[in-house]
């Protein structure tokens, strides 16, 4: 296949240049020649940029098909143009040993429609062998929801937990991490944590029946305490932390002080923390209750800022579906916490860069940082000869709106609804080939450099 006429988004910059394709990698990139026949592509006006990669997801399968599975996951991330997920362990049971692990990659891989790896589940029980052999099985890191208990008899991660119960396993913490701290680091893989301190939010619980009253009882300094706990295990015990869905400046704070000390600490923030604030709450409603919570306009402005700087690594989506029910049914107490957004990545970082000046600034925050990070470079996330041909086709005079009867996910009400990109994607490959079910693989990382 030749995709001919474009204008390809190359580690040198812009190129046009006709993009050769063969056996699912990019074999070689020639100044336009305007080729003809069957296997040629027309990308005359658009631009050719590498597949996007969402780090975080939650496709709910096994256990929650009423929430999402995961070919209406990965069905979204095509058609959003994310080739690449990375699957979130907090399925059903969470994916906390190697026969959890295989299981669960060998029931999504029948559906995935775009390649994909997968987190591992970090339990306060988890024990140095399971680090060991999750590792072996291809774990492309580790995830600690601090704070969330684990059922015991069923493997399920709680975000809310009810009454003391004795089938309730308490949460991982940061002692977790650090008496794993050998095995982890042997490991060489991340290790990401939900970053809002457990005693932060249990010292602020409050009654909620407005989205203030939520604010109240998930305050920013809860990350920041939680980000700055992460960054002393990260310089102390030598390991790669990765803080995901940062969604304040005091949490950026804190990481940034983390680093200049020495830390080795990514992080991540999502799309609905850079677009959206409280403000949006009465237009919304509970679609945009999340934990962590979206915040304020001061909050927003230093993630756009750190983003634009180079000081915030990645964005993913937290692409996290519930069904209708559970979202806007009954009190905003009682609805449950995540949105989908996966098919809105790429489009809503273009246009924020685009915003700033510089759409193409995005890319990397979507595709080279990612893949780094979680030892996928240069296989993926890099358009040059070599690399799977994971492309994107975007129109830079197209228009797409958000809205919720184009999407593919289960829950089709993401907290992005209604937002304008000046870009319209056209075609999506990947490794070559137009998504269809069972064509996504399983990714292995190799070491990280991130
Ligand atoms: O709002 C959230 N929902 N935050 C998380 O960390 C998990 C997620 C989920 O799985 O629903
Ligand atoms: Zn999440």
Redesign the pocket.
């Known amino acids: 296949m030749i995709i001919a006429g474009g204008t390809v988004y190359t580690p040198d910059g812009l190129r046009e240049a006709d993009l050769h394709v063969r056996d699912g990698r990019i074999e070689k990139l020639e100044p336009w020649a305007h080729p003809a026949g069957a296997e040629v592509v027309d990308a005359t006006g658009l631009w050719v940029v590498p597949g996007a990669i969402d780090a975080h997801v ?1 496709g709910r399968e096994p256990g929650f098909p009423e929430k999402e599975d995961f070919g209406s996951l990965t069905a979204a991330a095509a058609a959003g143009g994310v080739t690449t997920v990375i699957e979130m362990p ?1 399925t059903l049971p969470g994916v906390a040993d190697a026969a959890i692990f295989a299981a669960k990659r060998e029931a999504i891989a029948l559906r995935a429609m775009v390649d994909f790896g997968l987190w591992a589940l970090l339990r306060s029980s988890t024990t140095e062998d399971q680090v060991n052999e999750l590792a072996a099985a291809g774990a492309i890191g580790f995830k600690a929801y601090l704070g969330y208990a684990v059922r015991r008899s069923t493997g399920q991660v709680l ?1 809310t937990p009810g009454a003391p119960d004795p089938d309730l396993e308490p949460p991982a913490s940061y002692g977790t991490i650090a008496r794993l701290a050998g095995a982890l680091a042997q490991a060489g893989l991340p290790v990401a944590a ?1 970053a809002e301190d457990p005693s932060v939010l249990l010292a602020s619980a409050a009654r909620v029946e407005s989205y203030a009253d939520l604010l109240a009882t998930r305050p920013a300094v809860g990350e920041a305490v939680a980000v700055a706990a992460l960054g002393v295990l990260a310089r102390e015990l030598g390991l790669r932390l990765h803080v995901v869905h940062l969604s304040s400046r005091a949490g950026l704070l804190s990481a940034l002080a983390a680093r200049a000390q020495g830390a080795r600490l990514s992080l991540e923030t999502c799309p609905q923390y850079l677009w959206l604030t409280e403000a949006d709450y009465t237009r919304l409603g509970p679609v945009m209750k ?2 962590p919570l979206i915040k304020t306009v001061d909050d927003r402005e230093a993630l756009r800022a750190a983003l634009l700087r180079g000081e915030i690594d990645t964005v993913g989506t ?1 692409h ?1 579906p ?1 069904t209708d029910e559970e979202k806007l049914r009954g009190p905003l107490a009682d609805a ?3 949105s989908p957004g996966v098919q809105t990545l790429l489009l809503s970082c273009l246009e924020l860069a685009r915003q700033a000046g510089d759409p193409l600034r995005a890319l990397p925050w979507v595709s080279e940082r990612p893949a780094r990070i979680f030892g996928l470079y240069p296989r993926k996330g890099v358009i040059q000869a070599g690399s799977d041909a994971d492309l994107v086709l975007i129109d830079p005079n197209g228009r797409t709106v958000a809205r919720s009867d184009r999407m593919a996910s289960r829950q089709r009400h993401g907290a992005l609804e209604g937002l304008e990109f000046s870009f319209a994607i056209r075609a999506v490959y990947v490794r070559g080939e137009l998504p269809r079910p069972g064509l996504g693989r399983f990714l292995r990382p190799a070491a990280g450099t991130g």
């Open positions: 939650h907090n975000y939900h999340m934990y937290d996290a519930h449950h916490a995540g």
